[in-house]
C-alpha cells in the first residue's frame, strides 16, 4: 500500500511537470513568433515612414526565411547536443536583439541583414521546443504536439493587435521616443514602441525560459535517448569514427521514403500561401478595402485564430475520424481552403471579409500543423526526426518564395495576382494528397 501511494505520489508529480514544461514551452515559441512577426505587423508605418517600395518590403520578408532556413539542420544538430534551456535562451535574446537594432535604424539594408540574422537565431527555437515533446506520456503526445504547434497562431495572433494598439497610443499622446535612430531620424517614430514593448517581452521570456526549462539529470537522459547500463545489457560506449558516421547518414538518407517528397512540396506551398497572406493581408486590406490600420490588425488575428482552431480540430480529425491517416486532412482542407480564399477575393461585405480569413487560417493550418508528424510516420524510427527536419526545411523555402520572388510578381500582376498564386497553392495541396490519402503509419511488431 505504501508503494501504491508512492507511485501515485511520483505520478503526480510527474503530471504538474508536464504541465509546468509544457505551459512554459507554449508561452515561448509564442514570444518566438512575437518577435518575428514585429516588421509585418508594422508593415504600414515601416513603409510610409521609411518610403519603402513593395519590392524592398518583400527583400526583408525573404532574409528571415532564407536566415530561418539556413539555420535548421545545424539547430537539429545542436538541438541533440545541448540542454533546451540553453538554446531557447539564447534564441530570445539574439532576437530580442535583432529587433532592438531595428527600433534604431532606418536604413533598410541594415534593416534587411539584421532580420537576416533574426531568421537565424529563430531558427534555434523549436528544435528544443519539439524536443521537450519527449518528456510527455506517450498517449498525450500528440494533444501536446498541437498545442505546442499552434502556439506560434497566439504570438502571430496578437502581434498585429499589440503593436496596432501601443503605436496608435503612442503617436496620438506624442510620447516621446527614448532611443536614438540612425542614420536619420523620423518623423514620426513613436510606432516603433511596439519593436520596444516586443523587446521587453523576448528578454524576460528568454530568462524564463533558462530557469523554467533547466531540467534534472534523468529527464536529460529521456531526450537524447541515453541508456543506462544494466546487469543484462552493456551500453557500447565506443565512439563512433568520421567516416561510420559518414555513412551512417548516407544510410540514413537512402531509407528515406519518396512519399516524403510528396509532403516536403505541400509545406512548401503552405508556407508559400501562408507567407503570401501574411506579408500582404494588411496592406490589402487598408489601400484596397479602406479599413483602418487597427480593424485590419484585427481581421489579421482572425487568420491566426482560424488556425489555432484548425490544427486542433485537424489532429483529432486525423486521430479519430481519419483512423490516424493525415492524407485526408491535407486533401479535403487544401479544397476548403482555396474555396475560403475564392470567397475573400471577392468578399462583397466586411462580414464576408472577416468569416472568410478565419476560415482561410482554418483550413492552411490544419495541414501545417501536420506536416511535420506525417513525415515522422513515414520514416523509419531511427531517423523519424531527420525527416522531420527535411520536410521544415522545406517549408523555409516556401517562406522565402512568398518574400521577395512573391512582391514581383505582385508588381506584375497585382492584387488579382497574389490571391491567383494562394488559389494555385491550396488546389495543389489538396491534389498531392492523393498519392498519400491512405498511408497510415504502422507500428511495428512485437518480438
Same mark, same amino acid.
Given at each position: 500500500?505504501?508503494?501504491?501511494?508512492?507511485?501515485?505520489?511520483?505520478?503526480?508529480?510527474?503530471?504538474?511537470?508536464?504541465?509546468?514544461?509544457?505551459?512554459?514551452?507554449?508561452?515561448?515559441?509564442?514570444?518566438?513568433?512575437?518577435?518575428?512577426?514585429?516588421?509585418?505587423?508594422?508593415?504600414?508605418?515601416?513603409?510610409?515612414?521609411?518610403?519603402?517600395?513593395?519590392?524592398?518590403?518583400?527583400?526583408?520578408?525573404?532574409?528571415?526565411?532564407?536566415?530561418?532556413?539556413?539555420?535548421?539542420?545545424?539547430?537539429?544538430?545542436?538541438?541533440?547536443?545541448?540542454?533546451?534551456?540553453?538554446?531557447?535562451?539564447?534564441?530570445?535574446?539574439?532576437?530580442?536583439?535583432?529587433?532592438?537594432?531595428?527600433?534604431?535604424?532606418?536604413?533598410?539594408?541594415?534593416?534587411? /541583414? !539584421?532580420?537576416?540574422?533574426?531568421?537565424?537565431?529563430?531558427?534555434?527555437?523549436?528544435? @528544443?521546443?519539439?524536443? $521537450? &515533446?519527449? +518528456? %510527455?506520456?506517450?498517449?498525450?503526445?500528440?494533444?501536446?504536439?498541437?498545442?505546442?504547434?499552434?502556439?506560434?497562431?497566439?504570438?502571430?495572433?496578437?502581434?498585429?493587435?499589440?503593436?496596432?494598439?501601443?503605436?496608435?497610443?503612442?503617436?496620438?499622446?506624442?510620447?516621446?521616443?527614448?532611443?536614438?535612430?540612425?542614420?536619420?531620424?523620423?518623423?514620426?517614430?513613436?510606432?516603433?514602441?511596439?519593436?520596444?514593448?516586443?523587446?521587453?517581452?523576448?528578454?524576460?521570456?528568454?530568462?524564463?525560459?533558462?530557469?523554467?526549462?533547466?531540467?534534472?539529470?534523468?529527464?536529460?537522459?529521456?531526450?537524447?535517448?541515453?541508456?543506462?547500463?544494466?546487469?543484462?545489457?552493456?551500453?557500447?560506449?565506443?565512439?563512433?569514427? /568520421? !567516416?561510420?558516421?559518414?555513412?551512417?547518414?548516407?544510410?540514413?538518407?537512402?531509407?528515406? @521514403?519518396?512519399?516524403? $517528397? &510528396?509532403? +516536403? %512540396?505541400?509545406?512548401?506551398?503552405?508556407?508559400?500561401?501562408?507567407?503570401?497572406?501574411?506579408?500582404?493581408?494588411?496592406?490589402?486590406?487598408?489601400?484596397?478595402?479602406?479599413?483602418?490600420?487597427?480593424?485590419?490588425?484585427?481581421?489579421?488575428?482572425?487568420?491566426?485564430?482560424?488556425?489555432?482552431?484548425?490544427?486542433?480540430?485537424?489532429?483529432?480529425?486525423?486521430?479519430?475520424?481519419?483512423?490516424?491517416?493525415?492524407?485526408?486532412?491535407?486533401?479535403?482542407?487544401?479544397?476548403?481552403?482555396?474555396?475560403?480564399?475564392?470567397?475573400?477575393?471577392?468578399?462583397?461585405?466586411?462580414?464576408?471579409?472577416?468569416?472568410?480569413?478565419?476560415?482561410?487560417?482554418?483550413?492552411?493550418?490544419?495541414?501545417?500543423?501536420? /506536416?511535420?508528424?506525417?513525415?515522422?510516420?513515414?520514416?523509419?524510427?531511427?531517423?523519424?526526426?531527420?525527416?522531420?527536419?527535411? &520536410?521544415? +526545411?522545406?517549408?523555409?523555402?516556401?517562406?522565402?518564395?512568398?518574400?521577395?520572388?512573391?512582391?514581383?510578381?505582385?508588381?506584375?500582376?497585382?492584387?488579382?495576382?497574389?490571391?491567383?498564386?494562394?488559389?494555385?497553392?491550396?488546389?495543389?495541396?489538396?491534389?498531392?494528397?492523393?498519392?498519400?490519402?491512405?498511408?497510415?503509419?504502422?507500428?511495428?511488431?512485437?518480438?
Amino acid at each position: 500500500e505504501g508503494i501504491m501511494r508512492t507511485d501515485k505520489k511520483k505520478s503526480n508529480n510527474d503530471g504538474i511537470n508536464t504541465l509546468v514544461i509544457g505551459t512554459v514551452a507554449i508561452l515561448l515559441y509564442s514570444t518566438s513568433y512575437l518577435l518575428r512577426k514585429t516588421l509585418t505587423s508594422s508593415s504600414v508605418h515601416l513603409q510610409q515612414e521609411l518610403n519603402l517600395s513593395d519590392g524592398t518590403l518583400g527583400a526583408i520578408s525573404t532574409s528571415f526565411a532564407l536566415g530561418y532556413a539556413l539555420c535548421k539542420i545545424p539547430a537539429g544538430i545542436a538541438g541533440d547536443i545541448y540542454p533546451p534551456h540553453y538554446l531557447i535562451a539564447i534564441a530570445l535574446s539574439l532576437g530580442s536583439l535583432c529587433n532592438l537594432i531595428v527600433a534604431c535604424t532606418t536604413d533598410p539594408t541594415v534593416i534587411a /541583414a !539584421v532580420w537576416f540574422m533574426n531568421g537565424l537565431a529563430q531558427g534555434l527555437a523549436w528544435p @528544443p521546443i519539439g524536443k $521537450l &515533446v519527449r +518528456l %510527455f506520456p506517450e498517449q498525450n503526445r500528440g494533444f501536446w504536439w498541437s498545442l505546442l504547434s499552434i502556439s506560434q497562431n497566439i504570438g502571430a495572433a496578437l502581434t498585429p493587435v499589440a503593436l496596432t494598439m501601443i503605436a496608435t497610443f503612442a503617436i496620438a499622446n506624442n510620447v516621446a521616443y527614448p532611443l536614438p535612430i540612425f542614420p536619420s531620424a523620423e518623423a514620426q517614430p513613436q510606432w516603433r514602441w511596439g519593436l520596444l514593448s516586443s523587446i521587453i517581452v523576448g528578454f524576460a521570456s528568454a530568462i524564463l525560459g533558462y530557469f523554467a526549462l533547466s531540467l534534472d539529470e534523468a529527464a536529460q537522459d529521456s531526450l537524447t535517448h541515453k541508456q543506462t547500463p544494466t546487469k543484462d545489457h552493456k551500453v557500447d560506449s565506443k565512439p563512433m569514427g /568520421a !567516416v561510420s558516421k559518414a555513412l551512417h547518414w548516407i544510410s540514413m538518407w537512402k531509407q528515406l @521514403p519518396l512519399d516524403l $517528397l &510528396v509532403v +516536403l %512540396f505541400q509545406n512548401v506551398l503552405i508556407y508559400v500561401y501562408r507567407d503570401t497572406f501574411g506579408n500582404w493581408a494588411l496592406l490589402y486590406l487598408t489601400s484596397q478595402l479602406d479599413m483602418h490600420e487597427e480593424e485590419a490588425a484585427s481581421v489579421l488575428s482572425l487568420f491566426e485564430l482560424g488556425g489555432l482552431v484548425g490544427g486542433l480540430v485537424a489532429g483529432r480529425l486525423s486521430d479519430k475520424y481519419f483512423g490516424g491517416r493525415r492524407g485526408p486532412v491535407f486533401f479535403y482542407f487544401g479544397l476548403f481552403q482555396a474555396l475560403a480564399t475564392l470567397i475573400l477575393w471577392h468578399a462583397p461585405t466586411a462580414t464576408i471579409v472577416y468569416l472568410s480569413t478565419f476560415f482561410c487560417g482554418f483550413f492552411m493550418f490544419g495541414p501545417q500543423t501536420l /506536416a511535420g508528424l506525417f513525415a515522422m510516420e513515414m520514416a523509419p524510427p531511427q531517423i523519424a526526426s531527420f525527416a522531420g527536419s527535411t &520536410v521544415s +526545411l522545406g517549408a523555409q523555402l516556401g517562406s522565402a518564395f512568398g518574400g521577395f520572388p512573391v512582391s514581383h510578381l505582385k508588381k506584375l500582376w497585382g492584387w488579382d495576382g497574389l490571391f491567383t498564386i494562394m488559389l494555385g497553392c491550396s488546389v495543389a495541396t489538396s491534389l498531392l494528397a492523393l498519392p498519400v490519402y491512405n498511408f497510415k503509419s504502422q507500428k511495428p511488431k512485437a518480438g
